[in-house]
């Protein structure tokens, strides 16, 4: 095939890849994720604590991480469809017989099975940067990564369903109820599996193809990979930490229902995955660093506001009385507002990472942007754990949010360190400002 033929046929496929994909990252996700929502009507009908629901949720996500970096090299060697037509066949299975689940021990390694759809994040990266010409790469990396929305669509739909079809049996064998969650997810997933195999390009494009592993893994031993992969615990880690654990925060302390709970979760969800492909645009157009500038800025201005604990200060008088000063309430409206703010940021956020990825290390995103993927789902599976334990240490429920202002300071003082590093090596007078400055890219490697 000539240069030109493959041109043509990169332009002509490479939208199609970009929509397919996502649709299908977005079930999965889906599936990934639906036992949080789940685990109410679970715990009641299996007899399960809420210690042993955590770990059916954990190990979810855990699986949903620990593949990324092989998922990523393996797509650039044999390409994206191969890999995420077998994610999606393959994860149909564990998710038909979640439903058919009667003890803690069979849940607990359906869970895990299922957990592997995570994986799908990196191969469909590395998948959609291989067809993608540079100049949209932002863009279409984020249209596709905004199939974290999967996440909200359980926390919308579930509730309904669940108390709909309670009680019901359907072609006298499946359940109603919880169990039919993941028979649905079952048929979407096998029903994508097909779309991605018979409507995508058999001749894939594969960037890493005869490439020695040694050669793949080689950009790993940069520092930069692994700053990056913490910019993603902080953007991605937390979004799936918080995505789980609002629920039961919402209803603990604003008293609301778990469907009211599930839906306020989902206002969270949505513009933290939507605004991906926006952030993607923007990295295009301004930028990565100025748009990472501005999402931790803005992280770190809402989680400053959620971390602050409701109360007052007391003033004890020289006569014995004592007044009120300074009193501090966010009710579950300004909660929610700011909280909303901080998903946006998030989502923008996410994008901007990924923008710096084909950037630095073309031909070379399936092991980087499945490194930076892992830790980002290595972090969902950490944070939720270390908010549990810092709401005990503090006593304040809104000490999760003090752990995310400082992972999200940690992040915004190590990069503007880098970046003040970049600029003073490379010509401060002339590219001061110029923080996209094209020989930026090559600059401090180790950085």
């Avoid at 974290?148 to 669509?153: L, Y």
């Avoid at 950490?382 to 940690?410: E, I, K």
Wanted: proline fraction near 5%; hydrophobic fraction near 50%.
């Amino acid at each position: 095939m000539t240069a030109t033929e493959t041109d043509v046929m990169r332009s002509r496929y490479a939208n199609r890849i970009m929509w397919i994909s996502t649709i299908g990252f977005t079930v999965m996700f889906a599936a990934w994720m639906m036992f949080g929502i789940l685990g109410v009507k679970i715990q009641e009908e299996l007899g399960i604590s809420q210690e042993q629901f955590s770990w059916i949720a954990a190990v979810a996500i855990l699986n949903g991480s620990l593949w990324r970096l092989p998922a990523g090299m393996i797509t650039d060697h044999i390409g994206g469809r191969k890999v995420m037509t077998y994610l999606l066949a393959s994860s149909a299975i564990p998710a038909y017989f979640v439903a058919r689940a009667e003890s803690y021990t069979m849940l607990l390694i359906l869970a895990f099975l299922v957990g592997f759809a995570g994986n799908s994040f990196s191969s469909g990266i590395a998948w959609n940067s291989a067809w993608q010409p540079r100049e949209h790469q932002g863009f279409a990396l984020g249209v596709f990564g905004a199939g974290n929305v999967g996440a909200s669509v359980t926390k919308l739909i579930g509730p309904a369903i669940i108390t709909a079809t309670t009680g019901s049996l359907y072609f006298g064998a499946i359940e109603g109820g919880w169990r039919l969650i993941p028979i649905l997810y079952a048929v979407l997933l096998v029903i994508m599996a097909i779309v991605t195999w018979f409507g995508t390009p058999s001749q894939d494009r594969m960037p890493g193809h005869g490439t020695p592993l040694a050669v793949q893994l080689e950009p790993l031993r940069t520092i930069r990979v692994w700053r990056f992969s913490l910019y993603y615990v902080a953007v991605f880690g937390a979004y799936v930490a918080l995505s789980s654990m609002l629920p039961t925060y919402y209803v603990r302390n604003f008293g609301v229902s778990l469907t009211t709970a599930g839906f306020l979760t989902a206002a969270y969800i949505f513009p933290a995955s939507l605004l991906r492909p926006l952030g993607g645009w923007m990295s295009d157009r301004w930028g990565a660093r100025r748009v990472m500038y501005g999402s931790f800025g803005a992280m770190l201005l809402t989680s400053g506001i959620l971390m602050m604990p409701n109360g007052h200060i007391v003033i004890e008088h020289a006569d014995g009385t004592t007044t009120e000063h300074l009193r501090y309430v966010l009710g579950v409206v300004p909660f929610t507002i700011v909280l909303i703010l901080l998903g946006s940021a998030m989502g923008i956020g996410k994008a901007g990472v990924y923008k710096h990825i084909p950037e630095y290390f073309p031909g070379r995103v399936g092991p980087v942007g499945g490194l930076v993927g892992m830790f980002g789902g290595l972090g969902g599976f950490a944070l939720p754990p270390l908010f549990t334990y810092s709401q005990r240490w503090t006593g304040a429920p809104t000490s999760m949010f003090l752990v995310m202002f400082l992972l999200t300071l940690v992040c915004a003082i190590w990069m503007h360190i880098v970046v003040v590093q970049l600029l003073r090596a490379h010509a401060p007078r002339s590219l001061s400002g110029k923080l996209e400055d094209p020989r930026l890219t090559q600059a401090l490697p180790a950085h």
